[in-house]
C-alpha cells in the first residue's frame, strides 16, 4: 500500500536571501515516490503557493486538516530556524511556521497527525536544534516543538546549517523506496535492495549530500505500543501506530543527531 | 598574492574481489550484483556497495545494515575505542584507506577519531540523556586544512553489535597536483557576500556572518571533468526575517550556509580543461 505525499518549497522569498535549488530538492523527493513507487501525489507548492496556511492548526485559524493532514508524509524546504519555518510574507497566512514559546507559551502552528500525517521533513536549517534562545530564555527542541505532536510519529530536518542542493529530497526518496543505488549512484541496477527505515533514510540523506560538520536530527514520539523509530515508508515494511498523547501512562519524545 | 593548490582525485578502480572480502569481514553474504560501474552484495537487510571511476559518487563506499535503525536508541553501544579499531583494521585490511599522493606538495595527515553520540529523551517532565550509538571516523587534514564532503569522508556507526550499523568510505586512489591558483582572500569573500545580499535598496539589513572556514571539498557529486579536490570557503551567514504582520524574530535569525569557491584562476574553464590531455 503506497502513501500519499506532499511538498512545498520557496526558492523565492521577499522576505529572505532567495535560494537556488528548492524546486528540484522538493521536485525530487515528489517524483520518486510519485512516479517511481506509485504514491499519489497530493501538492507540490512552490513560491507564492506555498503557504503557511497549509501548515497551521485551524484553532489559529489555518487550514492544516485541508492540506498536510492529507498527506502520509510532507516535505518542505526553503528556510528555517529554531522558531519554526519560513514563507514569503505575501502569502496566506503568514510567514513563519512557529513553534511553541515562540510568541506564546502554546502558541505554536502544529498540532499534526490528526489527520493521516505521519511524517514531516523539514530540509532546512537549525530547526531541530536541541538548545535555543528565545526572548532571552533557552527553550529547547521538546519546548518548541513536542507539542506539535497530536499522532505525528517523526519530524525529520538539522540541527545545524545545510547546504542548499538539488539532492537532498530524491535521495531522501529514493533511500525511502529502495531505488536509492539506481538514484544515487547513477546506474541501473537489475534489483532493488531493501528501503531503509525512515529515520535511517533521512540520515544516509544528510550523509551522502552534506559536507562535515552539518547535523542532521530526527525528534519522534512513542506511547505504549508503538515503535516510530522502527517506521519503513507505506508499502514497505512496518509502519507504527499512531502515538496519542493520554492513551497510556506514560509518553516520551525522543530526539537524536547525525552529525555528517 | 597567495596561491594555494588544486588536487585531482582518481577513484579507486572496482574490484569485486576487495568488495567481496569486505563482505565476508562484515558476515554479509555472497549474494552479488553488478551494475555497469558500481557493484552491490546485500541480503535481506544488509547492503555493501561500491561504484568506480564513472558513477555519481566515484570510488563511495557505502555498508548499511538496518536490522536496528540508526535512530534507535542503543543503550550497550560498542566502546568508542573498540569502535574505533574495527574501523581502523577493516580500512588497513581491505587497503581502503586514502591512496599515495603523488605530490609533495600535498601533505595529508589522517586523525582517527570515535565518540559517543548522546540523544535526549523527554517524558513530559524530565530531559535524560542517553547513550544511543558509537560513531568513528577518520578525519583528513590537506596541507593543514580540514578536507569535507560526502566524497572525502571515513566514518562508521555502531550500535550494541561490534560489527557496524553503517559504514561510508569515500577516498581516492591517487591524488595528484592540478594546479596551482590564487587564493581569494576571506575579507574579499566577506564583502563581496554583505553586498550581494544586502543589495542596493537594503544597506543597512544586519547580515552577520556566523563563521567562515577554509576547507578542501570536492563536489557533491561528479560533474563529468577533472574530479578536484579544491579549496573553498564554507560560510554560515545569518541575516533578520523580514515577516509579515511587522514579526520580527524573536531569537536566532535565520541562517544559511554557502560553499563558496576560494580560488581565482583567469578563467577557470580554460585553466583546467587544457591539463586533462
Same mark, same amino acid.
Given at each position: 500500500?503506497?502513501?500519499?505525499?506532499?511538498?512545498?518549497?520557496?526558492?523565492?522569498?521577499?522576505?529572505?536571501?532567495? *535560494?537556488?535549488?528548492?524546486?528540484?530538492?522538493?521536485?525530487?523527493?515528489?517524483?520518486?515516490?510519485?512516479?517511481?513507487?506509485?504514491?499519489?501525489?497530493?501538492? @507540490?507548492?512552490?513560491?507564492?503557493?506555498?503557504?503557511?496556511?497549509?501548515?497551521?492548526?485551524?484553532?489559529?485559524?489555518?487550514?492544516?486538516?485541508?492540506?498536510?493532514?492529507?498527506?502520509?508524509?510532507?516535505?518542505?524546504?526553503?528556510?528555517?530556524?529554531?522558531?519554526?519555518?519560513?514563507?514569503?510574507?505575501?502569502?496566506?497566512?503568514?510567514?513563519?511556521?512557529?513553534?511553541?514559546?515562540?510568541?506564546?507559551?502554546?502558541?505554536?502552528?502544529?498540532?499534526?497527525?490528526?489527520?493521516?500525517?505521519?511524517?514531516?521533513? *523539514?530540509?532546512?536549517?537549525?530547526?531541530?536544534?536541541?538548545?535555543?534562545?528565545?526572548?532571552?530564555?533557552?527553550?529547547?527542541?521538546?519546548?518548541?516543538?513536542?507539542?506539535?505532536?497530536?499522532?505525528?510519529?517523526?519530524?525529520?530536518?538539522?540541527?545545524?546549517?545545510? *547546504?542548499?542542493?538539488?539532492?537532498?529530497?530524491?535521495?531522501?526518496?529514493?533511500?525511502?523506496?529502495?531505488?536509492?543505488?539506481?538514484?544515487?549512484?547513477?546506474?541501473?541496477?537489475?534489483?532493488?535492495?531493501?528501503?531503509?527505515?525512515?529515520?535511517?533514510?533521512?540520515?544516509?540523506?544528510?550523509?551522502?549530500?552534506?559536507?562535515?560538520?552539518?547535523?542532521?536530527?530526527?525528534?519522534?514520539? @512513542?506511547?505504549?505500543?508503538?515503535?516510530?523509530? @522502527?517506521?519503513?515508508?507505506?508499502?514497505?515494511?512496518?509502519?507504527?501506530?499512531?502515538?496519542?498523547?493520554?492513551?497510556?501512562?506514560?509518553?516520551?519524545?525522543?530526539?537524536?543527531?547525525?552529525?555528517? | &598574492?597567495?596561491? !594555494?593548490?588544486?588536487?585531482? &582525485?582518481?577513484?579507486?578502480?572496482?574490484?569485486?574481489?576487495?568488495?567481496?572480502?569486505?563482505?565476508?569481514?562484515?558476515?554479509?553474504?555472497?549474494?552479488?550484483?553488478?551494475?555497469?560501474?558500481?557493484?552491490?552484495?546485500?541480503?535481506?537487510?544488509?547492503?555493501?556497495?561500491?561504484?568506480?571511476?564513472?558513477?555519481?559518487?566515484?570510488?563511495?563506499?557505502?555498508?548499511?545494515?538496518?536490522?536496528?535503525?540508526?535512530?534507535?536508541?542503543?543503550?550497550?553501544?560498542?566502546?568508542?575505542?573498540?569502535?574505533?579499531?574495527?574501523?581502523?583494521?577493516?580500512?588497513?585490511?581491505?587497503?581502503?584507506?586514502?591512496?599515495?599522493?603523488?605530490?609533495?606538495?600535498?601533505?595529508? /595527515?589522517? &586523525?582517527?577519531?570515535?565518540?559517543?553520540?548522546?540523544?535526549?529523551?523527554?517524558?513530559?517532565?524530565?530531559?535524560?540523556?542517553?547513550?544511543?550509538?558509537?560513531?568513528?571516523?577518520?578525519?583528513?587534514?590537506?596541507?593543514?586544512?580540514?578536507?569535507?564532503?560526502?566524497?572525502?569522508? !571515513?566514518?562508521?556507526?555502531?550500535?550494541?553489535?561490534?560489527?557496524?550499523? &553503517?559504514?561510508?568510505?569515500?577516498?581516492?586512489?591517487?591524488?595528484?597536483?592540478?594546479?596551482?591558483? /590564487?587564493?581569494?582572500?576571506?575579507?574579499?569573500?566577506?564583502?563581496?557576500? /554583505?553586498?550581494?545580499?544586502?543589495?542596493?535598496?537594503?544597506?543597512?539589513?544586519?547580515?552577520?556572518?556566523?563563521?567562515?572556514?577554509?576547507?578542501?571539498?570536492?563536489? /557533491?557529486?561528479?560533474?563529468?571533468?577533472?574530479?578536484?579536490?579544491?579549496?573553498?570557503?564554507?560560510?554560515?551567514?545569518?541575516?533578520?526575517?523580514?515577516?509579515?504582520?511587522?514579526?520580527?524574530?524573536?531569537?536566532?535569525?535565520?541562517?544559511?550556509?554557502?560553499? !563558496?569557491?576560494?580560488?581565482?584562476?583567469?578563467?577557470?574553464?580554460?585553466? !583546467?580543461?587544457?591539463?586533462?590531455?
Amino acid at each position: 500500500m503506497a502513501g500519499s505525499v506532499g511538498v512545498e518549497w520557496i526558492n523565492d522569498y521577499n522576505n529572505l536571501n532567495k *535560494l537556488t535549488h528548492e524546486h528540484e530538492d522538493a521536485g525530487g523527493f515528489y517524483d520518486e515516490l510519485v512516479n517511481h513507487d506509485g504514491w499519489i501525489g497530493r501538492f @507540490n507548492w512552490g513560491n507564492s503557493n506555498a503557504w503557511e496556511d497549509d501548515f497551521k492548526r485551524t484553532a489559529k485559524g489555518g487550514h492544516a486538516p485541508d492540506w498536510v493532514e492529507t498527506c502520509d508524509i510532507v516535505y518542505f524546504t526553503g528556510h528555517g530556524s529554531p522558531s519554526g519555518f519560513y514563507f514569503r510574507s505575501d502569502t496566506p497566512d503568514d510567514s513563519l511556521v512557529e513553534g511553541d514559546f515562540v510568541s506564546g507559551p502554546t502558541n505554536g502552528d502544529m498540532r499534526l497527525g490528526t489527520g493521516d500525517l505521519d511524517w514531516l521533513a *523539514l530540509e532546512v536549517c537549525n530547526t531541530l536544534q536541541l538548545n535555543a534562545t528565545i526572548g532571552g530564555v533557552n527553550r529547547d527542541v521538546f519546548d518548541r516543538w513536542a507539542d506539535a505532536f497530536a499522532g505525528l510519529h517523526t519530524i525529520l530536518s538539522f540541527t545545524t546549517t545545510s *547546504l542548499d542542493l538539488a539532492t537532498p529530497g530524491r535521495y531522501f526518496a529514493a533511500f525511502l523506496d529502495g531505488r536509492w543505488l539506481n538514484v544515487v549512484y547513477g546506474f541501473p541496477f537489475p534489483v532493488g535492495v531493501s528501503p531503509l527505515k525512515m529515520i535511517d533514510a533521512w540520515f544516509m540523506m544528510a550523509e551522502i549530500c552534506q559536507p562535515d560538520d552539518v547535523e542532521a536530527a530526527v525528534l519522534y514520539a @512513542n506511547t505504549q505500543g508503538t515503535d516510530t523509530q @522502527n517506521d519503513y515508508a507505506w508499502g514497505h515494511g512496518h509502519v507504527s501506530p499512531d502515538p496519542i498523547r493520554g492513551a497510556s501512562s506514560w509518553f516520551s519524545w525522543t530526539w537524536v543527531p547525525h552529525a555528517c | &598574492m597567495s596561491t !594555494i593548490s588544486l588536487f585531482r &582525485m582518481t577513484a579507486p578502480q572496482l574490484d569485486a574481489g576487495v568488495l567481496r572480502r569486505a563482505a565476508d569481514s562484515l558476515g554479509l553474504g555472497d549474494k552479488l550484483t553488478k551494475s555497469d560501474d558500481a557493484i552491490a552484495i546485500h541480503d535481506d537487510a544488509r547492503v555493501l556497495v561500491r561504484a568506480g571511476g564513472c558513477a555519481k559518487l566515484p570510488g563511495v563506499l557505502l555498508y548499511l545494515n538496518h536490522r536496528s535503525s540508526l535512530g534507535a536508541i542503543h543503550d550497550n553501544a560498542v566502546d568508542p575505542e573498540r569502535a574505533g579499531r574495527w574501523l581502523g583494521d577493516f580500512l588497513e585490511k581491505h587497503a581502503l584507506g586514502p591512496g599515495k599522493v603523488g605530490d609533495d606538495r600535498a601533505k595529508l /595527515e589522517l &586523525m582517527p577519531w570515535s565518540r559517543v553520540t548522546e540523544a535526549v529523551v523527554f517524558d513530559g517532565k524530565e530531559r535524560k540523556r542517553v547513550r544511543a550509538r558509537t560513531d568513528a571516523g577518520v578525519r583528513l587534514r590537506l596541507n593543514g586544512l580540514p578536507v569535507s564532503g560526502p566524497r572525502t569522508r !571515513i566514518r562508521a556507526v555502531f550500535g550494541n553489535d561490534e560489527l557496524p550499523l &553503517m559504514v561510508h568510505v569515500a577516498v581516492w586512489e591517487r591524488l595528484e597536483l592540478h594546479l596551482e591558483a /590564487e587564493l581569494v582572500r576571506r575579507h574579499d569573500v566577506v564583502s563581496a557576500l /554583505e553586498r550581494s545580499i544586502r543589495g542596493r535598496t537594503e544597506c543597512n539589513l544586519a547580515v552577520r556572518i556566523k563563521d567562515i572556514r577554509l576547507v578542501y571539498a570536492a563536489s /557533491e557529486e561528479f560533474q563529468g571533468r577533472p574530479d578536484l579536490l579544491a579549496p573553498y570557503y564554507f560560510v554560515e551567514v545569518e541575516s533578520p526575517h523580514r515577516g509579515s504582520k511587522g514579526a520580527t524574530d524573536p531569537g536566532q535569525a535565520p541562517r544559511q550556509l554557502l560553499k !563558496i569557491p576560494a580560488w581565482r584562476s583567469g578563467t577557470q574553464i580554460d585553466q !583546467i580543461y587544457p591539463r586533462v590531455a
